[in-house]
């Protein structure tokens, strides 16, 4: 048994081929990938399945959305160390425009009035990324 259908697992999802090859696909990446990303890879696949795929992972908690200046969600994987649906902050590289979860960098407590309740914060910061800068 491989990792990726070791965790499915553990997320009490049955680790079908079309998950283990999804999820193996978006733990081979650093950056945040499109639906578009995701299918190009899987070019026999539907757009169909690839979406249930990726919005089952999300509502057991392994993978979250990212909104950046594309017009595209980002999906990323959730930081299996970190309890989940933490808040933490993406960088958008200015360069070759990924999209990178920053899981060491938390983001700091918001304060809203009191008839309001925050589930989830993203915080977009634009910069190089690693990669970019020692090329």
């Known amino acids: 048994m491989n990792s ?3 965790i499915l697992l553990n ?14 696909f ?4 650093r950056q945040a990938l499109t639906i578009t990303d995701i ?7 539907s757009r169909s399945t ?15 959305a990212i909104i ?3 017009k595209y969600l980002k999906y990323a994987l959730n930081d ?3 309890p989940e649906h933490q808040n933490h902050l993406h960088l958008n590289c200015l360069s070759c425009n990924h999209t990178y979860c920053m899981y060491n960098y938390t983001l700091p407590q918001i304060s809203i009035p009191p008839r309001y309740h925050v589930k989830t914060t993203q ?5 190089i990324c690693d990669i970019c800068q020692i090329k």
């Open 4 to 6: 990726s259908e070791h």
């Open 11 to 24: 997320s009490k999802l049955r680790p079908t081929a079309m998950r283990i090859l999804i999820f193996s």
């Open 26 to 29: 978006l733990r081979k990446h």
């Open 39 to 45: 299918e190009s890879e899987f070019q026999k696949v």
């Open 50 to 64: 690839v979406l249930r795929t990726i919005k089952t992972f999300e509502k057991k908690g392994l993978i979250h």
């Open 68 to 70: 950046d200046d594309s």
């Open 80 to 82: 299996p160390n970190q």
């Open 123 to 127: 915080i977009l910061v634009k910069g």
